[in-house]
């Protein structure tokens, strides 16, 4: 692509890429997100193309590899344009059959349709159906129009309006000040203000300064950022450039997790674009504005999605926080003024400019504007990544949009914010979804995950799965954080093991109090979170453990016994064959026993039994 | 095996900035990060060798110990949680005889657990050599194994 020198110069080429595409033209979006990826996707890719080689239809029909459409559950995902045709589920040889049908033909393939749960209805177009009806896919929505490597993409879809606008007279006080109106809180865990952030920066004494996109997302059951960076790089490059004009940088970056490969590929390939477009560099449009970015992949420590020790990571040094009675802002990266922001955040910046702080202003709550991406995942019909306006409450989330619970078992809580967040019982599900209610229950905003759990989650082994992780992941600086979550994991094994006592309840609650105010980083200062709120909200549950020495859920293994129920067994055998100790035994057509000496609870025949003759209890 | 630690040093420009990418590369070359490289990479950046340990044993991502031919990953995100995959370690940990984390002794399998792999919509996960496995069942990952030559009883109907 030639190197544009103006602000005019950018224009005039988005209008040219507009104008030179039909949008009769008819094109096969396939979804290629990670999720669609493991599905196969990419075969799917591969097909359609050499299909449409092989019925001469090279430059007639095009073929789009796109970002996460977010409805992970039910992928492989395809759009036909311009009819707009949603299939899913599509198999990897139905490349052909599509091509000649619905492409060709104009002909709905008919078992590829969504089909609606409750209506039995077949739903034709993607935001016809429930999952995305209730969404407001305003961030994450350009995914599935632009295909990431491709800059042209993104400039068909007006994107970098928003730099040019911010470059062509805006001044960078007045973008501080749209940022601060428009009420935009940061989206990766803390929720601050992101423009009082830039403010400080911008502010700061000592050059240069610098901006980071923190894309460490660690948070087990979370994946917006990495579908963002995935799907809709550019949006998040413009963001920065706009952060930087206004905060005075001239270097940003992105801090990326090592794990998530295709971000690492489609963002370096971005930015590599950008700058052949001379939208990053030297003298940007013409404007005198220098800034360039570097990306870095993380080593793999969830504690370095905390800023501080996400600087020492870059710095080359392991990723352990610092106390921050200075602020970053002041001193951060190489001790120079730092701007932190997360990916979302990042991403929301270029909408706020585009349409104004008072259009994203009238979204949202009062202390909590604009929309928020959320993974909703676990225990749930439709998982995938939604994006919702702040203040939808949690009941339209997970039955509205998630579909409810599968196998129609019962809704027991939804875990919300990761390992710092709380579980939420069904008692607050008509809450409305915002950093201070959230915060209000016990929970938090965090980066957004959103696990839904049945009756058959044992909230003591998840509270225990969470302090198992922040275990691990304590950097081990501080001593609350390292030692006191080491003594509440211990205190909750025992308790999962049948060897609770009484008073270990009180204990944990003054421990937990003790690690929030004691420890150094919002790792340890959440770490409590997940045991306090399950404590808060399912007292009965850790009761039931201690007391009657009885998991309700039928998930501690120390509490549990796998007998055979003589009046459903048909004697097929298929537990004595799979049953790696022998405990399963029996003659064919008689009904089998489980000898509990031998038992090991591995849970193999409860799985494999097909008349559920296998009980726990 | 200095020539082909000074081209990844190079690729970075020498910067100690760099440290973490850099002995990500090295240890892509060489499958972790063994004693010799780490050596070349201390004395190429004059950096002490035991800030190398130290980045090498804080991050996840790092191995001091050779790896296995097989690489197994399982998802252990609180999404594939709750869907049941701590039956599937257990497993998995009882059939190969290590625990997560671990390498066999005859180099054959690494099996690891990953916080999370953004793929919950296919939960629980296990990525084998690369390839993903998804919506695991305990029977599943007998079968991987057996197709992998480990002994493992199976039901051959299902």
Same mark, same amino acid.
């Given at each position: 692509?030639?190197k544009v020198k103006t602000a005019q110069e950018l224009k005039?080429?988005?209008?040219?890429?507009?104008?030179?595409?039909?949008?009769?033209?008819?094109?096969?979006?396939?979804? /290629?997100?990670? +999720?669609?990826?493991?599905? +196969?996707?990419?075969?799917?890719?591969?097909?359609?193309?050499?299909?449409?080689?092989?019925?001469?239809?090279?430059?007639?029909?095009?073929?789009?590899? *796109?970002?996460?459409?977010?409805?992970?559950?039910?992928?492989?995902?395809?759009?036909?344009? @311009?009819?707009?045709?949603?299939?899913?589920?599509?198999?990897?040889?139905?490349?052909?059959?599509?091509?000649?049908?619905?492409?060709?033909?104009?002909?709905?393939?008919?078992?590829?349709?969504?089909?609606?749960?409750?209506?039995?209805?077949?739903?034709? &177009?993607?935001?016809?159906?429930?999952?995305?009806?209730?969404?407001?896919?305003?961030?994450?929505?350009?995914?599935?129009?632009?295909? @990431?490597?491709?800059?042209?993409?993104?400039?068909?879809?007006?994107?970098y309006?928003a730099l040019i606008k911010v470059l062509n007279g805006m001044e960078p006080?007045a973008i501080?000040?749209?940022?601060?109106?428009?009420?935009?809180?940061?989206?990766?865990?803390?929720?601050?203000?992101?423009?009082?952030?830039?403010?400080?920066?911008?502010?700061?004494?000592?050059?240069?300064?610098?901006?980071?996109?923190?894309?460490?997302?660690?948070?087990?059951?979370?994946?917006?950022?990495?579908?963002?960076?995935?799907?809709?790089?550019?949006?998040?490059?413009e963001?920065?450039l706009i952060?930087a004009y206004a905060i005075g940088s001239d270097?940003?970056?992105?801090?990326?997790?090592?794990? #998530?490969?295709?971000?690492?590929?489609?963002?370096?390939?971005?930015?590599?674009?950008a700058?052949?477009l001379g939208i990053l560099g030297k003298d940007i449009l013409g404007s005198g504005f220098d800034f360039d970015?570097?990306?870095?992949?993380?080593?793999?420590?969830?504690?370095?999605?905390?800023?501080?020790?996400?600087?020492?990571?870059?710095?080359?040094?392991?990723?352990?926080?610092?106390?921050?009675?200075?602020?970053?802002?002041?001193?951060?990266?190489?001790? $120079?003024?730092?701007?932190?922001?997360?990916?979302?955040?990042?991403?929301?910046?270029?909408?706020?400019i585009?349409?104004?702080?008072?259009?994203?202003?009238?979204?949202?709550?009062?202390?909590?504007?604009?929309?928020?991406?959320? =993974?909703?995942?676990?225990?749930?019909?439709?998982?995938?990544?939604?994006?919702?306006?702040?203040?939808?409450?949690?009941?339209?989330?997970?039955?509205?949009?998630?579909?409810?619970?599968? $196998?129609?078992?019962?809704?027991? =809580?939804?875990?919300?914010?990761?390992?710092?967040? !709380?579980?939420?019982?069904?008692? &607050?599900?008509?809450?409305?979804?915002?950093?201070? =209610?959230? *915060?209000?229950?016990? *929970?938090?905003? !965090?980066?957004?995950?959103?696990?839904?759990?049945?009756?058959?989650?044992?909230?003591?082994?998840?509270?225990? #799965?969470?302090? $198992?992780?922040?275990?691990?992941?304590?950097?081990?600086?501080?001593?609350?954080?390292?030692?006191?979550?080491?003594?509440?994991?211990?205190?909750?094994?025992?308790?999962?093991? +049948?060897?609770?006592?009484?008073?270990?309840?009180?204990?944990?609650?003054?421990?937990?109090?003790?690690?929030?105010?004691?420890?150094?980083?919002?790792?340890?200062?959440?770490?409590?979170?997940?045991?306090?709120?399950?404590?808060?909200?399912?007292?009965?549950? #850790?009761?039931? &453990?201690?007391?009657?020495?009885?998991?309700?859920?039928?998930?501690?293994?120390?509490?549990?016994?796998?007998?055979?129920?003589?009046?459903?067994?048909?004697?097929?055998?298929?537990?004595?064959?799979?049953?790696?100790?022998? /405990?399963?035994?029996?003659?064919?057509?008689?009904?089998?026993?489980?000898?509990?000496?031998?038992?090991?609870?591995?849970?193999?025949?409860?799985?494999?039994?097909?008349?559920? =003759?296998?009980?726990?209890? | 095996?200095?020539?082909?630690?000074?081209?990844?040093?190079?690729?970075?420009?020498?910067?100690?900035?760099?440290?973490?990418?850099?002995?990500?590369?090295?240890?892509?070359?060489?499958?972790?990060?063994?004693?010799?490289?780490?050596?070349?990479?201390?004395?190429?950046?004059?950096?002490?060798?035991?800030?190398?340990?130290?980045?090498?044993?804080? #991050?996840? /991502?790092?191995?001091?110990?050779?790896?296995?031919?097989?690489?197994?990953?399982?998802?252990?995100?609180?999404?594939?949680?709750?869907?049941?995959?701590?039956?599937?370690?257990?497993?998995?940990?009882?059939?190969?005889?290590?625990?997560?984390?671990?390498?066999?002794?005859?180099?054959?399998?690494?099996?690891?657990?990953?916080?999370?792999?953004?793929?919950?919509?296919?939960?629980?996960?296990?990525?084998?050599?690369?390839?993903?496995?998804?919506?695991?069942?305990?029977?599943?990952?007998?079968?991987?194994? $057996?197709?992998? !030559?480990?002994?493992?009883?199976?039901?051959?109907?299902?």
């Amino acid at each position: 692509m030639k190197k544009v020198k103006t602000a005019q110069e950018l224009k005039s080429l988005q209008e040219e890429i507009k104008n030179s595409r039909d949008p009769e033209k008819p094109c096969i979006t396939i979804c /290629a997100g990670t +999720g669609c990826l493991t599905y +196969g996707s990419q075969k799917l890719v591969d097909n359609f193309r050499s299909e449409i080689e092989k019925q001469n239809l090279k430059g007639k029909v095009e073929v789009r590899a *796109s970002g996460c459409h977010g409805f992970c559950e039910r992928g492989p995902l395809v759009v036909i344009n @311009p009819q707009n045709i949603f299939y899913q589920r599509v198999g990897l040889d139905d490349a052909e059959e599509i091509i000649k049908e619905t492409v060709l033909n104009g002909q709905i393939i008919d078992r590829l349709l969504y089909v609606d749960p409750v209506t039995q209805e077949k739903i034709l &177009h993607e935001d016809e159906i429930p999952f995305y009806k209730r969404q407001m896919r305003l961030v994450f929505g350009m995914n599935g129009n632009i295909d @990431p490597n491709s800059l042209e993409d993104y400039l068909a879809i007006g994107g970098y309006n928003a730099l040019i606008k911010v470059l062509n007279g805006m001044e960078p006080e007045a973008i501080i000040e749209e940022i601060k109106t428009a009420g935009l809180r940061g989206r990766g865990g803390g929720g601050f203000s992101m423009g009082l952030k830039w403010e400080a920066t911008r502010k700061a004494p000592g050059l240069p300064k610098y901006i980071i996109c923190n894309a460490d997302e660690g948070d087990p059951g979370a994946y917006m950022d990495r579908s963002l960076l995935e799907g809709n790089p550019y949006s998040i490059l413009e963001g920065m450039l706009i952060g930087a004009y206004a905060i005075g940088s001239d270097t940003g970056y992105i801090y990326v997790r090592n794990e #998530y490969p295709l971000a690492v590929k489609n963002i370096t390939i971005a930015v590599e674009k950008a700058r052949e477009l001379g939208i990053l560099g030297k003298d940007i449009l013409g404007s005198g504005f220098d800034f360039d970015v570097l990306i870095v992949r993380g080593g793999g420590a969830f504690v370095c999605g905390e800023e501080t020790a996400l600087i020492a990571s870059i710095e080359g040094r392991s990723g352990e926080p610092r106390a921050k009675y200075v602020f970053p802002s002041e001193r951060g990266l190489y001790n $120079k003024p730092t701007n932190i922001n997360n990916v979302e955040t990042w991403a929301n910046v270029p909408l706020i400019i585009n349409k104004g702080a008072e259009w994203y202003r009238s979204i949202g709550t009062e202390n909590s504007k604009g929309t928020k991406i959320f =993974a909703l995942v676990g225990k749930i019909n439709n998982t995938g990544l939604v994006e919702v306006p702040m203040g939808i409450t949690l009941r339209e989330i997970v039955y509205d949009i998630g579909g409810g619970i599968p $196998k129609g078992r019962k809704f027991k =809580a939804v875990q919300v914010g990761g390992p710092s967040g !709380g579980c939420i019982p069904e008692s &607050h599900l008509d809450l409305q979804v915002d950093f201070d =209610a959230l *915060s209000k229950v016990g *929970s938090m905003m !965090g980066s957004g995950g959103m696990i839904v759990m049945d009756d058959r989650t044992c909230m003591v082994d998840v509270a225990l #799965y969470f302090l $198992k992780f922040l275990e691990e992941e304590s950097c081990g600086k501080c001593t609350p954080c390292r030692e006191g979550v080491h003594q509440m994991r211990l205190i909750l094994e025992r308790i999962t093991e +049948g060897n609770g006592k009484e008073e270990d309840l009180k204990t944990i609650e003054w421990m937990g109090k003790a690690i929030i105010d004691g420890s150094l980083c919002g790792l340890g200062g959440t770490a409590p979170n997940p045991v306090l709120s399950t404590l808060r909200y399912f007292r009965d549950e #850790y009761e039931a &453990h201690i007391k009657e020495k009885r998991c309700p859920a039928g998930v501690c293994k120390a509490l549990i016994t796998y007998t055979i129920d003589p009046e459903l067994c048909t004697g097929c055998m298929v537990c004595a064959k799979i049953c790696p100790v022998e /405990a399963a035994t029996g003659e064919k057509k008689e009904v089998h026993t489980i000898d509990q000496d031998k038992c090991i609870k591995c849970g193999a025949c409860f799985e494999s039994c097909k008349f559920d =003759a296998v009980k726990v209890s | 095996m200095k020539t082909r630690v000074k081209k990844i040093i190079d690729k970075y420009h020498n910067d100690k900035g760099f440290l973490v990418p850099i002995l990500q590369d090295v240890q892509k070359e060489y499958n972790y990060l063994n004693r010799e490289a780490l050596n070349l990479v201390s004395a190429f950046l004059e950096v002490p060798i035991s800030q190398l340990y130290e980045l090498g044993t804080f #991050y996840k /991502a790092f191995s001091l110990k050779p790896r296995g031919r097989h690489e197994m990953k399982l998802c252990t995100g609180t999404a594939c949680h709750v869907r049941g995959v701590p039956l599937m370690k257990d497993n998995i940990e009882r059939i190969l005889q290590i625990q997560a984390g671990e390498t066999t002794p005859d180099l054959e399998f690494t099996f690891e657990t990953v916080n999370c792999l953004g793929a919950c919509a296919l939960g629980p996960i296990l990525v084998v050599d690369g390839e993903y496995h998804g919506n695991l069942s305990i029977s599943k990952t007998n079968r991987i194994l $057996k197709k992998l !030559g480990k002994k493992v009883k199976i039901d051959e109907e299902s």
